[in-house]
């Protein structure tokens, strides 16, 4: 509880730092307020984002008439449906790579091709093939985080140390419980490390597809505000797409360090 605490106290102190210069740079006349307002201006735009962000019809609102509680909870479940199911099918495909030489022979090459292609790129084909909704930002988070994860989750099998699963085979363990109780411990620090290392890269890509191609989310916010040249709402999209993505990279550390409570933390 008390780091927690001391995490918080130098997340505010940062964040109240920038915001401070940011605030005295308006107050001196150092910038432009138009084009930069500062954030207690653009703050305030909360206060009239319900009569020009309506949601589409269909889409239920979350939080009454605050429409960007909508937005937020839209592009929230995008992100960690897209994380789930990169996860699931990275784990799964990467054992399968790892056990059998043909699949790994077979699917490496495609892989390493697809892998540095930017989740930007897939949306042409994710909206042709899911249409417009939350399947089209869901593939791009997918796609986004997928192919190097399933490469991270082969090579680090491949990197488990061979003691560890001569000692599982020599006392009776199968290959189900090697791969199960040894390898697949043995993998989830460095799968966690590139999930959250690609987490930005997914959460901007799943932002690229609201502004293209959904008509919800946070994306869509940044997208109103630059159609209307309202600059207020867009550093306030803007503001919330950071505020939302800071969480989510939290939420995965936290997550990470129950998962792993066997993991110790390096410290000099």
Request: no cysteine; charged share 10%.
């Amino acid at each position: 509880m008390r780091s927690l605490a001391v995490r918080a106290g130098w997340w505010v102190l940062s964040v109240g730092t920038m915001v401070g210069l940011w605030e005295l740079a308006a107050a001196l006349d150092l910038i432009n307020t138009v084009i930069l307002p500062p954030p207690r201006v653009f703050i305030r735009e909360i206060e009239n984002q319900a009569q020009f962000l309506l949601p589409q019809i269909g889409v239920q609102r979350i939080g009454g008439n605050f429409v960007a509680l909508t937005a937020i909870w839209a592009s929230f479940l995008r992100i960690v449906s897209g994380l789930a199911l990169a996860f699931i099918a990275a784990v799964l495909l990467g054992s399968l790579a790892f056990s059998l030489r043909v699949f790994h022979k077979l699917t490496y090459p495609v892989i390493t091709l697809l892998a540095p292609i930017a989740p930007v790129a897939w949306i042409p084909f994710a909206l042709v093939a899911f249409g417009i909704g939350d399947g089209a930002a869901i593939f791009v988070v997918f796609v986004g985080i997928f192919f190097v994860l399933e490469l991270a989750a082969v090579n680090s099998m491949k990197n488990v140390d061979q003691h560890y699963i001569d000692t599982a085979r020599v006392l009776g363990a199968s290959r189900r419980q090697v791969m199960w109780h040894v390898i697949f411990p043995a993998i989830l620090p460095n799968l966690f490390v590139i999930m959250r290392v690609n987490l930005f890269g997914a959460w901007m890509g799943v932002l690229t597809a609201e502004m293209v191609g959904v008509n919800t989310g946070l994306g869509t916010i940044v997208l109103v505000g630059r159609q209307m040249m309202n600059m207020n709402l867009t550093f306030l999209g803007m503001a919330m797409i950071g505020i939302v993505g800071y969480l989510l990279d939290a939420g995965l550390g936290l997550l990470q360090r129950r998962v792993l409570w066997w993991k110790s933390v390096a410290h000099v």
